[in-house]
């Protein structure tokens, strides 16, 4: 048994908030008390912390197979546990593609020798065609959670319908990447420092939100469930607002990097503040902010994207790959820029890391409760941290490497087990 005692507890499916004690056996939540008193295997004293859900990511990549000089799927959930997440899901833009079932099994063997959840998502079309559909039906029965070409757009609205169809008609959804190639430059350069210190084209607004615009209306006429993936402008906000007005079944999510910094953050951190989509402008920042508030984006997502410093460290930054590590600072950044900056309350920054990624996908998790999974983060909300490059990602290519934030994750327990201890 484990004993958690005096912490704040915080389940945001219910509300509940405040100092008491959980007790932990096997793999569940036994018991949520002011006081608990049994003699227990180990005990927490979380004085001073908070006890939440274990956090939820549902926007990964653990380069497995064929890119794990960047990063794999064990150092992967190494890194998911040291910021506090107990369960993630992967994204398919691995070397073969998971595109088959065979890859697809392969990947799954793998994540389940770790100590947290890992699920993956299988591609939308074969090796990201563009063209032509997955076996849905075949792939959802070997594992997978939902589909996703990330990495890539899907620049056919044909196959974008025919996807959404077929993924309703087999209860689940499309998770979209939007970015119009025709209408971008070099993509992870906002295109206004592109244009003004980099002088080249850069990835322009207009690709990102027009694509949104053209997926969420094709979603409006299927009925179907899209989710919409890292949005970064303030008119992909609007554009998802006004299709979930219209009864169009549309979510969304936001990574860290674009509620907290802006295309400035290239002039001092270079190439690893070179991410996909790219960060925005000021405005853009404080409008996927009002989006959180506001309930159009429901989820806060790393988009966790590892690269070797061999491969970011060139000396010309538009040959760089786009993306930062992520797992290991994204609830520093929510408690430092949303949270202590008076946009979100701590539990509705909770919800957006728990309950809604674990209501999107249908996991049992994302709540604290009596019979419920002993998926558990303690934190110190307050606990002031310097990001330092040592993470336990194989990567360590984050522009917040430095930097001065709040929070720090003591314990990460995964049912019921202490998985990382800070």
């Not at 959802?140 to 309703?168: C, H, N, Q, W, Y």
């Not at 690269?307 to 010309?316: G, I, L």
């Amino acid at each position: 048994m484990l004993l958690i005692q005096n912490g704040r507890v915080m389940d945001p499916k219910t509300g509940f908030d405040q100092v008491c004690d959980v007790l932990v056996e096997g793999q569940k939540i036994v018991q949520i008390a002011d006081k608990i008193e049994v003699q227990a295997d180990q005990v927490i004293d979380a004085t001073g912390m908070v006890v939440a859900p274990g956090l939820i990511d549902i926007h990964v990549h653990f380069r497995e197979p064929g890119q794990t000089h960047k990063e794999d799927i064990h150092t992967g959930a190494l890194s998911a546990a040291a910021g506090g997440f107990t369960r993630v899901v992967m994204m398919a833009n691995t070397s073969p593609t998971i595109s088959t079932v065979e890859t697809l099994e392969e990947v799954l063997a793998s994540a389940r020798r770790e100590d947290i959840h890992i699920h993956s998502v299988a591609t939308i079309t074969e090796n990201f065609d563009g063209q032509h559909l997955t076996e849905f039906k075949q792939l959802l029965a070997a594992g997978a959670v939902g589909f996703s070409d990330d990495g890539i757009p899907l620049t056919s609205s044909k196959v974008v319908r025919e996807a959404m169809e077929e993924a309703k008609k087999l209860g689940t959804f499309i998770s979209l990447h939007e970015e119009d190639p025709e209408l971008n430059g070099i993509l992870g350069l906002n295109e206004e420092i592109a244009r003004k210190h980099f002088h080249v084209c850069g990835a322009t607004g207009l690709a990102e939100y027009s694509m949104v615009a053209r997926d969420v209306m094709i979603a409006y006429a299927t009925k179907a469930h899209v989710h919409i993936q890292h949005l970064s402008k303030e008119e992909s906000v609007k554009v998802v607002e006004f299709a979930q007005q219209l009864g169009a079944q549309v979510t969304a999510e936001v990574a860290p990097q674009h509620f907290s910094k802006t295309e400035n953050l290239l002039l001092t951190q270079g190439s690893n503040a070179k991410m996909n989509p790219p960060l925005r402008l000021e405005s853009d920042r404080l409008a996927v902010i009002e989006g959180l508030k506001s309930g159009v984006i429901s989820v806060i997502a790393t988009d966790h994207a590892p690269h070797h410093q061999d491969e970011k460290n060139v000396a010309d930054i538009t040959q760089a790959p786009s993306g930062m590590t992520g797992l290991e600072t994204s609830l520093s950044l929510g408690l430092t820029y949303l949270v202590a900056a008076g946009h979100l309350t701590l539990m509705e920054l909770l919800e957006k890391m728990t309950l809604n990624p674990a209501q999107l996908y249908q996991f049992d998790a994302g709540y604290l409760a009596e019979n419920g999974p002993a998926d558990i983060t303690i934190f110190a909300p307050d606990e002031e941290r310097t990001v330092a490059p040592d993470f336990l990602s194989k990567a360590s290519n984050s522009p917040f490497v430095g930097e001065r934030l709040k929070g720090q994750v003591h314990y990460t327990i995964c049912d019921g087990r202490v998985v990382y201890q800070a």
